[in-house]
């Protein structure tokens, strides 16, 4: 890819499940901007993302507890949407402003899972880029869907907590079900990436 902050140099970093104490929690703020190690994490991010088909992944599902995430998107109009956002703070409408939409929603660190999940159709993200300089992200559709899942993870949480018990119940079937093949397309893939 040639987009900038696309991951060209980052390395596969594994990808962590549901159940992992890091993914229950809430991430902490970025407080050094510019680093070498931040910008290494965004690339790695990327590249981990693209190995797994990802929309987006947020930093604890590498296992970094730290709020921040990359996102490679489409929006309903099917244009694409790059990048990433550290310290993000989610906006939605207002609830008499707001349309929730019922679609199916899969999550990298849920292999092989999907359930339909409601979501507001826009959504706004605040935060900031690697070095610091502030960011607004604002997403409709599947975009704002996106947005959502990943603003979830940074605050401890899954599209599972967002389910009824059975729901949740018959994901974590799915994801029994289909892991193993989940893991072996990944990791075919890395090999041929060669990282």
């Known amino acids: 890819m040639s987009v900038r902050g ?17 993914l229950g929690r809430p991430c902490q703020e970025v407080t050094e901007f510019g680093t070498p190690a931040l910008a290494r994490l965004i690339d790695d ?14 930093a604890n599902q590498v296992g970094v507890g730290l709020r921040l995430f990359v996102y490679d998107c489409p929006d309903d109009h099917g244009v694409r949407h790059t990048g990433h956002i550290v310290n993000p703070v989610l906006e939605l409408p207002a609830p008499g402003d707001r349309r929730l939409v019922d679609e199916y929603e899969g999550c ?27 960011v607004v992200v604002e997403g409709t559709g599947y975009f704002a869907r996106c947005l959502q899942h990943e603003s979830d993870h940074l605050l401890g949480h899954t599209y599972l907590d967002r389910l009824s018990k059975r729901d949740r119940k018959e ?3 799915q994801m029994a079900e289909h892991r193993d093949e989940v893991f072996a397309l990944r990791a075919e893939k890395t090999a041929d990436l060669g990282r």
């Open 6 to 22: 696309v991951g060209d140099n980052g390395a596969v970093r594994r990808i962590t499940e549901v159940g992992e104490e890091v």
């Open 45 to 58: 991010m990327f590249v981990t993302m693209g190995i797994a088909d990802g929309a987006g992944l947020a």
């Open 108 to 134: 990298l660190s849920v292999p092989g899972a999907g359930m339909v999940v409601p979501r507001t159709d826009r959504a706004v993200v605040r935060g900031f880029d690697q070095s610091g300089s502030p």
């Open 171 to 173: 994901a974590l079937r």
